[in-house]
């Protein structure tokens, strides 16, 4: 199979926080790998505009070295750095004031897609879209793209969205969630309504229930501080894990256009219902021998903000009616791991005696550490001794099917990025999404205010609190492992 590069318009992208982590971790190696890949057009251009005071050459430096310590072995692929290099520039901006604003305009050349990305702190988002407008730097047909997180409840998701409307049109704008951008969520809806044999059977009839595990090994250390103000609620069940539950639980769009899929994904939100009291965990990770807490990490000794979570949701529609979806998320766990698991129910007889067990297909879609998927079918334990059973995995790796090429898919960002300049928002939330899932997640935290309640503590490297697994086991169901 021979990979195809899809070229795009020539364009001008302008990252605001173009020397902040992100940008050095993410944006700017992501864009390498695309100009590798001979996706830019050759008057293509990128320039960081961020507060510290350094010319081009300085920040070409920058990236250089950042593309050395964020790629591995990449760079040596891809000989042509100083060719990437050469595309960009740099221009010292204010956010909040005048200066540089003048330079950037002159910088800007005559490309036909303008993109501005949002790397800096959201509290700038306003001022930047603001000076973007005013300075008439943003014709019509300009993107600007805005990075999580997108408010901290509803109340202010719902001013972001009114500054932005002051000065940009819905459909200039793109809120990014890089989960969307990951190669195997964009599988899964090819699984889902590219293949007749999945979708009659992805309802309540025949799935018992899904879960949604994303689970860290790290702590909050370096940035405990600002998680401590967000929390596992707002920083990841909010948007990744919703949206990842809205692309399992939709309906089939009409056509795999952005505001179809969009207008499908709302009404998952918005079909969720309120979350039961007892059907929620919180939880902090304790101390490990000379590993802090969660609160050492935090700085707060008293700090009652959960960096793990665990829910049973219900979606109350005639698909889903009666199939739990459970989600769970936390820092300081066994693995890093990412996975969607969609739990068929057992067959409604079992023609095979008792000692054959009883067994169910389960769907696994991965997405972190490795992307891909599973299909778990039971089959016949091969040799004599009479029918017993077992589950193995039908294979669905795709790089055996598809050769090399399948394992060097661009990153979620690259592509991502890429659909910006192609003008497709399809993998990017509408205003009105981000105001659905506030709408249903504020009462949540709204509530554990109220109460004051305190998350349970967990042993670093475990699964969580024992109560999550109670949450399940109550249900007679059990979580999935968490493995890499
Ligand atoms: P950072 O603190 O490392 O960088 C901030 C950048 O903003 C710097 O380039 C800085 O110069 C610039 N900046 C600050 N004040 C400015 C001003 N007044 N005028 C012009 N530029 C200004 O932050 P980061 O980690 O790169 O995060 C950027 C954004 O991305 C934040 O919204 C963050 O929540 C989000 N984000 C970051 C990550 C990550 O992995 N770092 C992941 C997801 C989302």
């Given at each position: 199979m021979v990979s195809r590069v899809i070229p795009v318009d020539p364009f001008d992208l302008v990252i605001?926080?173009?020397?902040g982590d992100l940008a050095r971790r993410k944006i700017l190696p992501g864009l390498f790998r695309r100009h590798c890949a001979g996706q830019?057009?050759?008057?293509a251009q990128v320039i960081g505009a961020a507060r510290s005071d350094m010319d081009s050459a300085a920040y070409r430096q920058m990236v250089r070295d950042a593309i050395h310590e964020f790629d591995g072995e990449r760079p040596d692929d891809c000989p042509d750095l100083a060719g990437f290099l050469e595309r960009l520039h740099y221009v010292a901006v204010d956010a909040q004031g005048e200066g540089g604003w003048q330079e950037l305009k002159d910088l800007l050349?005559?490309?036909t897609v303008k993109a501005f990305y949002?790397?800096?702190?959201?509290?700038l988002f306003g001022d930047i879209a603001e000076r973007l407008k005013n300075k008439g730097l943003?014709?019509?047909d300009a993107r600007i793209v805005l990075e999580k997180?997108?408010?901290?409840d509803l109340d202010s998701a719902k001013a972001l969205n009114k500054t932005l409307a002051t000065y940009f049109h819905e459909d200039q704008i793109y809120r990014i969630d890089?989960?969307?951008?990951k190669e195997t969520v964009q599988n899964l809806m090819a699984v889902r309504f590219g293949n007749m044999l999945f979708e009659p059977l992805w309802n309540s009839q025949y799935v018992d229930h899904i879960q949604i595990t994303v689970a860290e090994t790290?702590?909050?250390?370096?940035r405990g501080g600002y998680y401590d103000k967000s929390g596992a609620m707002r920083d990841?069940?909010?948007?990744h894990l919703m949206q990842l539950l809205c692309l399992i639980a939709m309906?089939?769009?009409?056509?795999?256009e952005p505001d179809a899929v969009r207008d499908e994904k709302l009404k998952v939100i918005r079909a969720l219902e309120p979350v039961q009291t007892q059907d929620i965990v919180r939880g902090q990770y304790a101390a490990d021998g000379d590993q802090p807490s969660y609160r050492d990490d935090a700085e707060d000794p008293r700090s009652t903000t959960e960096c793990f979570v665990a829910m049973k949701c219900h979606i109350s529609n005639w698909r889903w009616a009666g199939t739990p979806f459970y989600l769970r998320t936390g820092k300081r766990l066994k693995e890093r791991t990412s996975e969607i698991a969609v739990v068929f129910k057992e067959?409604?007889?079992?023609?095979?005696?008792?000692?054959a067990g009883r067994h169910r297909n389960i769907l696994i879609i991965h997405l972190q550490p490795k992307e891909g998927m599973e299909l778990g079918v039971t089959i016949k334990e091969p040799?004599?001794?009479?029918m017993r059973l077992v589950d193995v995995p039908l294979d669905m790796s795709f790089s055996d099917a598809l050769g090399p090429d399948a394992e060097d898919v661009p990153d979620a960002y690259e592509r991502l990025i890429m659909d910006v300049i192609r003008g497709n928002q399809t993998l990017f939330m509408r205003g009105d999404e981000v105001e659905a899932a506030w709408a249903w997640t504020d009462p949540i935290i709204e509530g554990w205010e109220e109460r004051g309640e305190v998350p349970k503590l967990y042993d670093a490297?475990?699964?969580?609190?024992?109560d999550a697994l109670m949450l399940m086991h109550r249900d007679g169901r059990k979580w999935r492992e968490i493995r890499s």
């Amino acid at each position: 199979m021979v990979s195809r590069v899809i070229p795009v318009d020539p364009f001008d992208l302008v990252i605001f926080g173009g020397t902040g982590d992100l940008a050095r971790r993410k944006i700017l190696p992501g864009l390498f790998r695309r100009h590798c890949a001979g996706q830019m057009p050759e008057t293509a251009q990128v320039i960081g505009a961020a507060r510290s005071d350094m010319d081009s050459a300085a920040y070409r430096q920058m990236v250089r070295d950042a593309i050395h310590e964020f790629d591995g072995e990449r760079p040596d692929d891809c000989p042509d750095l100083a060719g990437f290099l050469e595309r960009l520039h740099y221009v010292a901006v204010d956010a909040q004031g005048e200066g540089g604003w003048q330079e950037l305009k002159d910088l800007l050349r005559k490309n036909t897609v303008k993109a501005f990305y949002f790397s800096v702190a959201p509290s700038l988002f306003g001022d930047i879209a603001e000076r973007l407008k005013n300075k008439g730097l943003a014709r019509r047909d300009a993107r600007i793209v805005l990075e999580k997180p997108f408010g901290r409840d509803l109340d202010s998701a719902k001013a972001l969205n009114k500054t932005l409307a002051t000065y940009f049109h819905e459909d200039q704008i793109y809120r990014i969630d890089h989960y969307l951008g990951k190669e195997t969520v964009q599988n899964l809806m090819a699984v889902r309504f590219g293949n007749m044999l999945f979708e009659p059977l992805w309802n309540s009839q025949y799935v018992d229930h899904i879960q949604i595990t994303v689970a860290e090994t790290v702590g909050v250390g370096g940035r405990g501080g600002y998680y401590d103000k967000s929390g596992a609620m707002r920083d990841m069940v909010q948007n990744h894990l919703m949206q990842l539950l809205c692309l399992i639980a939709m309906e089939p769009p009409s056509r795999f256009e952005p505001d179809a899929v969009r207008d499908e994904k709302l009404k998952v939100i918005r079909a969720l219902e309120p979350v039961q009291t007892q059907d929620i965990v919180r939880g902090q990770y304790a101390a490990d021998g000379d590993q802090p807490s969660y609160r050492d990490d935090a700085e707060d000794p008293r700090s009652t903000t959960e960096c793990f979570v665990a829910m049973k949701c219900h979606i109350s529609n005639w698909r889903w009616a009666g199939t739990p979806f459970y989600l769970r998320t936390g820092k300081r766990l066994k693995e890093r791991t990412s996975e969607i698991a969609v739990v068929f129910k057992e067959t409604p007889h079992s023609i095979f005696d008792a000692d054959a067990g009883r067994h169910r297909n389960i769907l696994i879609i991965h997405l972190q550490p490795k992307e891909g998927m599973e299909l778990g079918v039971t089959i016949k334990e091969p040799g004599p001794g009479g029918m017993r059973l077992v589950d193995v995995p039908l294979d669905m790796s795709f790089s055996d099917a598809l050769g090399p090429d399948a394992e060097d898919v661009p990153d979620a960002y690259e592509r991502l990025i890429m659909d910006v300049i192609r003008g497709n928002q399809t993998l990017f939330m509408r205003g009105d999404e981000v105001e659905a899932a506030w709408a249903w997640t504020d009462p949540i935290i709204e509530g554990w205010e109220e109460r004051g309640e305190v998350p349970k503590l967990y042993d670093a490297g475990s699964t969580g609190p024992e109560d999550a697994l109670m949450l399940m086991h109550r249900d007679g169901r059990k979580w999935r492992e968490i493995r890499s």
